[in-house]
């Protein structure tokens, strides 16, 4: 059965820490690791990683992809309040399903 | 652009009636629509798939007869919960993909049954 696990479940940092956010995963024709930002609605999109050892980055965001590890870690530097957020991971298969990780909850204190 | 639209936002409705929730996709066509479930404090769980014209796929557990799913169009796909219960409030939530891998998320109904 595919799965998707992040670690850690809920995270408390203060203005200025920088975190790393962990997800690891078993998925039969695994095609791209999708990372979203939920807050109170739904989630939006952060990346998509389809090939390994690719950094990408979006202002203090950044994330990569370990396609023989089978995990990605989403990196928070100079975290601020409005980061604050539960941070899912999902898995993309060759049929463009996505399974979601539980999620880890930020809570950037000021 | 990639906007979707989910409605209603919020809905509370009686025990034993039947609630229809759409998803369109604004400014572009999609080619599949997903619909999501989400508890409180828990991640997403995909329901289904569904593209335009042809049923949808139902993930295991789900039932297709309860959740009934139409994709009239390339810009809309409608949930319909039918003969809801209690256990059947949820956070519902829809995505439209334009086939190129990138789903975009509605902002989500909120469903309560009484």
């Known amino acids: 059965e595919d799965k998707v696990v992040q670690s850690p479940l809920s995270l408390v940092v203060h203005e200025g820490d920088t975190v790393t956010l962990n997800c690891s995963y078993e998925?039969?024709?695994?095609?791209?690791l999708l990372w979203y930002k939920q807050e109170k609605k739904a989630p939006t999109f952060l990346f998509m990683l389809?090939?390994?050892?690719i950094e990408k980055k979006s202002g203090r965001l950044s994330s990569i992809l370990d396609k023989k590890e089978l995990f990605s870690i989403l990196n928070i530097t100079a975290t601020q309040t409005g980061d604050s957020a539960i941070y899912l991971c999902?898995?993309?298969?060759?049929?463009?399903?996505?399974?979601f990780g539980s999620g880890t909850r930020l809570l950037v204190r000021p | 652009g990639a906007v979707v639209s989910q409605h209603p936002s919020r809905v509370i409705c009686k025990s034993g009636t039947s609630v229809k929730i759409e998803c369109r996709s604004l400014?572009?066509?999609?080619?599949?629509m997903f619909w999501y479930r989400q508890f409180p404090k828990k991640s997403l769980m995909l329901m289904a798939t569904?593209?335009?014209?042809?049923?949808?796929?139902?993930e295991q557990g789900v039932e297709k007869d309860k959740f009934l799913i139409n994709h009239a169009s390339l810009t809309l796909s409608t949930l319909t919960v039918t003969s809801a219960h209690p256990e059947d409030s949820s956070f519902y939530i829809c995505?439209?993909?334009?086939?190129?891998?990138?789903?975009?998320f509605g902002p989500g109904t909120r469903l309560t049954v009484t």
């Open positions: 995505s439209a993909s334009r086939g190129l891998a990138e789903q975009y």
């Open positions: 998925v039969t024709n695994f095609r791209s």
């Open positions: 389809t090939s390994s050892g």
């Open positions: 999902a898995s993309m298969d060759s049929s463009y399903k996505l399974i």
């Open positions: 400014d572009f066509q999609a080619t599949t």
């Open positions: 569904s593209n335009e014209g042809s049923k949808a796929t139902y």
